[in-house]
């Protein structure tokens, strides 16, 4: 009986075969990348074109946030440049209006010397 269990032990290690069942993980792997290379390269082409997809989607997403509050504060900015030339004009108009009473009404501004103070 030995030395049948011994020529089968035998047989199976010239057959490249050990005494030991193989491993899972090594029959899984030549399995997939020895006998199906193919499929085993387009899945990770897909799952890498997956993850490039999410990041183009997250840098749009943030680009276009940033955006929108660039032109929140362009508008803001508008708003407060049309406010100042506003306050430019009501400052030109005070001038003008003290260049033409001195010009058209003889009007003078008033000094320390030219000043007359009325009593009733």
Same mark, same amino acid.
């Not at 069942?21 to 390269?41: E, G, M, Q, R, Y």
């Not at 058209?104 to 009733?120: F, P």
């Given at each position: 009986?030995?030395?049948?269990? *011994?020529?089968?032990?035998?047989?199976?290690?010239?057959?490249? &075969?050990?005494?030991? %069942?193989?491993?899972?993980?090594? /029959? @899984?792997?030549?399995? /997939?990348?020895?006998?199906?290379?193919?499929?085993?390269? @387009? *899945?990770? @082409?897909? /799952?890498?074109?997956?993850?490039? &997809?999410? +990041?183009?989607?997250?840098?749009?997403?943030?680009? /276009?946030?940033?955006?929108? +509050?660039?032109?929140?504060? &362009?508008? +803001?900015?508008?708003?407060?440049?049309?406010?100042?030339? =506003?306050?430019?004009? !009501?400052?030109?108009?005070?001038?003008?209006? !003290?260049?033409?009473?001195?010009?058209?009404?003889?009007?003078?501004?008033?000094? %320390?010397?030219?000043?007359?103070?009325?009593? =009733?």
């Amino acid at each position: 009986m030995k030395d049948k269990k *011994s020529k089968a032990r035998a047989k199976r290690t010239k057959n490249g &075969q050990s005494g030991t %069942t193989p491993s899972l993980i090594k /029959v @899984l792997f030549v399995d /997939v990348f020895a006998k199906h290379w193919l499929v085993a390269l @387009l *899945s990770t @082409l897909v /799952v890498f074109s997956a993850m490039y &997809q999410a +990041k183009t989607s997250h840098d749009t997403r943030r680009a /276009v946030a940033e955006s929108q +509050k660039l032109r929140e504060t &362009q508008q +803001k900015l508008e708003i407060d440049g049309q406010s100042l030339r =506003l306050e430019i004009t !009501s400052l030109t108009e005070a001038d003008r209006i !003290s260049s033409l009473a001195k010009k058209q009404l003889d009007m003078i501004e008033v000094t %320390t010397n030219n000043e007359k103070i009325i009593t =009733l």
